[in-house]
């Protein structure tokens, strides 16, 4: 059975430092998702990996993909307080067309 | 904006009775997936429909089932509601079965007394 977790689950940082955080699943998959998600509010995707490798940058986030390693990384580069949101991690499960959330990562950006 | 629509937006049912949830995906899509966000968790994958038939199911019992239908819409039904089904109800669509990207629509939030 898939299983993918987040971590760290909470994260506190200062406006203008660098973090990131890891998501590792438990079995072959084709791709991986990052969303965001607002409180209150719906999921907004970020990234879909869908290679060994693959990295892809939006502003200060970058996400990347290992599939030896089963794990995907989110990195934030020079923190904003608009970044504040919580991030899950999502992974397809191979051959059965199932997408397993992570339990999410609730990051807090102090100006 | 994902083109994703979702009725209603709140619900609060009693426990014991049947709620039908709306989603209306972007033309085109064939495929819609249903989630079920618990407070502070992650979305839980319920079913997936695909060109009108069922495609994937998570771990969920038989007292949630969906349809889709060939105007891009689809439901979700819960009978026989309990406490632990509040949540947020997510609907994502897709163009295709591989689920390259997923559109989420707002949600309906469903409280059980």
């Known amino acids: 059975e898939l299983k993918v977790e987040q971590n760290p689950l909470f994260l506190s940082m200062q406006e203008g430092k660098n973090y990131t955080i890891y998501c590792n699943y438990s079995?072959?998959?084709?791709?991986l998702y990052w969303y965001r998600q607002d409180p209150g509010k719906s999921l907004e995707s970020l990234f879909v990996?869908?290679?060994?490798?693959a990295v892809k940058q939006e502003g200060r986030l970058m996400a990347s993909l290992d599939t030896k390693a089963r794990l995907s990384t989110l990195h934030i580069t020079a923190a904003v307080h608009d970044l504040s949101a919580t991030y899950f991690c999502?992974?397809?499960?191979?051959?059965?067309?199932?997408?397993?959330f992570g339990k999410g990562t609730r990051l807090h950006i102090l100006p | 904006e994902t083109g994703v629509t979702q009725s209603p937006t709140h619900l609060i049912k009693t426990r014991g009775q049947q709620v039908t949830l709306r989603c209306s995906s972007q033309?085109?899509?064939?495929?819609v997936s249903w989630y079920q966000q618990a407070l502070g968790q992650g979305p839980q994958f319920i079913f997936q429909y695909y060109r009108e038939e069922e495609n994937g199911r998570g771990n969920f019992p038989p007292r949630f089932s969906g349809l889709q239908f060939p105007n891009y819409s689809s439901e979700l039904n819960v009978n026989a509601l309990e406490l632990d089904d509040s949540a947020l109800y997510l609907c994502?669509?897709?163009?295709?079965?591989?689920?390259?990207?997923?559109?989420f629509g707002p949600g309906t939030r469903l409280l059980v007394l």
């Open positions: 079995t072959t998959s084709d791709r």
């Open positions: 990996l869908l290679s060994n490798g």
């Open positions: 999502a992974v397809d499960g191979y051959r059965d067309d199932k997408i397993i």
């Open positions: 033309s085109g899509h064939n495929t």
């Open positions: 994502a669509s897709s163009p295709d079965v591989y689920q390259e990207t997923q559109y």
